[in-house]
């Protein structure tokens, strides 16, 4: 029930592709579900997070759409850039305070 | 505006020594979390604490880890007796309280701790 399930684990897309990760998780008690991407060497840092009561939300190149009764939530990237090649991840939480449960990550490389 | 700071960056330690780990939150972050995060994985949790109060350890090992949130100095991560599968990449995050959160961010991660055990 606390599980984050992520997917693809890896994905290449071209420059000016979009890029699509996927995340599903058990636990309705989750009402937080940020995104975060990470660089080699260095720790996650927040890209875009979204609440349950609204089924999108957009910050420049990334979405978040959000489907709460199939409890999936997916992240799109729009035009991707080889500066956008990194690890991103999701996760959940019960509200602000609560620990965040991560998915395992999926490696995106863009090739120009 | 400096943010979460970890020190060591690189730790190697022998079989049976101790390793410390240190995390410094951001200014005016009271809530520190510490995750371990294996080569190719994602990041699991270990322990949520507050000043002088742990409040979530359910993601830590039983023995040989422990963690602690003074009321004044840094958050440390104590690891007894490693054995070669403590190696891995430690990361504490920080946030502000509650009563203080705004936005969508209330987790801010430190570059980590890289722990080799020889």
């Known amino acids: 029930q606390q599980q984050v399930k992520q997917s693809p684990q890896s994905l290449i897309v071209q420059k000016g592709g979009i890029s699509i990760i996927n995340c599903a998780y058990e636990?309705?008690?989750?009402?937080?579900f940020p995104w975060y991407q990470q660089f080699p060497g260095k720790g996650p840092a927040l890209l875009i997070a979204?609440?349950?009561?609204?089924s999108e939300k957009k910050e420049g190149r990334f979405t978040i759409s959000f489907n709460k009764s199939a409890k999936q939530f997916s992240l799109h990237i729009m035009d991707s850039q080889p500066g956008d090649s990194a690890t991103y991840f999701c996760?959940?939480?019960?509200?602000?305070?609560?620990?965040?449960?991560f998915g395992t990550g999926t490696r995106l490389q863009v090739f120009p | 505006n400096a943010g979460v700071m970890q020190n060591p960056r690189h730790l190697v330690r022998r079989r049976g020594q101790e390793a410390r780990l240190r995390c410094s939150p951001m200014?005016?972050?009271?809530?520190v979390y510490w995750y371990r995060q294996l080569p190719e994985e994602g990041l699991k949790f270990m322990v949520y604490?507050?000043?002088?109060?742990?409040?979530?350890e359910s993601g830590m090992p039983k023995e040989r880890f422990s963690a602690e949130f003074p009321k004044e100095g840094p958050s440390i991560l104590r690891i007894q007796q490693v054995v070669r599968g403590d190696s891995a990449a430690y990361f504490c995050?920080?946030?502000?309280?509650?009563?203080?959160?705004?936005?969508?961010?209330?987790?801010?991660f430190g570059n980590g701790t890289r722990l080799t055990v020889t």
């Open positions: 995050a920080s946030s502000p309280p509650a009563r203080g959160r705004q936005g969508n961010s209330p987790l801010h």
């Open positions: 636990n309705t008690a989750f009402d937080y």
């Open positions: 979204i609440r349950p009561d609204v």
């Open positions: 996760a959940a939480s019960r509200g602000y305070t609560d620990k965040l449960i």
């Open positions: 200014k005016g972050h009271s809530h």
């Open positions: 604490l507050q000043k002088e109060n742990i409040i979530d």
